[in-house]
């Protein structure tokens, strides 16, 4: 098989995946706004405090990704399946904690939006049902990252479809039985929770890996650790400063907190292939450099970049042209849709850069180099996105625009940055890069 074939089959699936998994929210979005213009808003909150927590849970996948798939390309049966069982623990203590001080302080820490008391209103009931039980959603993406590792992702896949399936039934249910925008929230939990328990039972049964008891280890904590913390500091940075201009965005008005929240929502579209492909790439680089193979692992890489640029390339040519078809889907408001368009046309012309971002980043931390890419984030976000953002909208008064405008910015210069530090590492041979976990 060659490498093209084997990238693109391995990424196709998650690119499904992700597509199916962006309907979960999208689904939300779209019955919230037949409820209001705030329910949207109030969504917008819940997901925007439920992506910080989701940082600490992107550090345990991520460390299980590149440790599983190091020792899975090396041939360590037993090692892989030793990560295995200790990131699962690692996801289900994780994920009760979080859902523990999501319950505890709900209101204090919705209020850090800055929302108003109509948008806090319809958020809380769906941040409840959604983050309380946030070891549901801790679990589904760990054993997602689990099968990822042996290179299963199909699973995943259809696991996601079916969640997503019953997701959009339960929706249609629970609004005729007039739950509201709990009965959105409701739909979420209940969807994820099967498809944690479907994932798990067929990891259980998986060809490659045999759960089975082990000893807790504490140098297998560290290991998975010592990868998957810069990488949860890459997240938990990234939402930090989005909730910063969050806040930002919001003093600019409701219309364009919702505008940018129904933009951001369609975006998410856009980077389904990069992220697909980042995963992808990511469980390639370890396998490979478990081979002893990182020429292999570069050329995998770029492979996955130029496949996905093509893709997203397509993604922003029916943002330009279709944006006002889009942003009618969701909402009504003549001033929301305006200023939806005008976002969707800036980041149609950024895909590529949005995608040497994602991609980059799965390479480099496939490769156990989880630091840099939280260095370069730590730039973007609060020096470029946070920081130019505020002179661009708010001093200078271009409002959403400007918000955006910052974005592409970030996402340009954090790309170049990445494909400099990976393009450093496997060209000299005396990088240390691939092998120092």
Known sequence: MSRKNEILLLALPVIMENILQTLLGTTDTYFAGQLADEAIAGIGVTSLIMNIFISFFTAVSVGTTAVTARAFGEGDREKANRTLIHSVLLALVLGLAV???????????????????VVLSYALPYYLVVTVPSAVLCLQLVLSACLRAVKDTRTPMYVTGGANILNIGLNLLFIRMGLGIFGLGLATTLSRATGATVLFFRLKRTDCIQLH????????????????????????????????????????????????????????????????????????????????NPEKARRQAFDAYR??????????????????????????????????????????????????????????????????????????????????????????????????????????????LLLHRFQKGPSQKRSTMYNKY
């Not at 859902?99 to 008391?117: H, Q, T």
């Not at 930090?240 to 919001?250: D, E, R, W």
């Not at 995608?355 to 180099?369: E, F, I, P, R, Y």
């Open 213 to 292: 008891r082990c000893s807790l280890q504490r140098d297998t904590f560290h290991e998975i650790a010592a990868v998957g913390i810069p990488a949860g500091m890459e997240k938990l940075i990234m939402r930090t400063g989005q909730l910063v201009y969050n806040a930002m965005i919001l003093s600019l008005g409701t219309a364009a907190y919702v505008a940018h929240n129904v933009a951001g929502t369609i975006e998410s579209y856009s980077y389904i292939p990069a992220m697909g492909f980042g995963l992808a790439v990511s469980t390639a680089v370890g396998v490979a450099l478990g081979e002893k």
């Open 99 to 117: 859902g523990l001080v999501c319950g505890l302080f709900a209101k204090p820490i919705l209020r850090i939006s800055g929302a108003e008391e």
């Open 307 to 416: 496949m996905s640029t093509a893709m997203m390339l397509a993604i922003g040519v029916v943002f330009f042209f279709f944006s006002p078809q889009l942003a009618a889907l969701f909402t009504d408001t003549q001033e929301v849709q305006t200023q939806v368009v005008t976002v969707l046309r800036i980041i149609a012309f950024f895909q590529p850069a949005a995608a040497l971002v994602k991609v980059m980043t799965g390479a480099l931390q496939g490769a156990g180099d989880t630091k840099f890419p939280m260095y370069a984030t730590l730039l973007g976000i609060w020096g470029i996105r946070t920081g130019i953002g505020y002179l661009l909208a708010v001093v200078l008064g271009f409002g959403l625009q400007g918000v955006w405008s910052a974005y592409a910015l970030d996402i340009t210069v954090r790309g170049l």
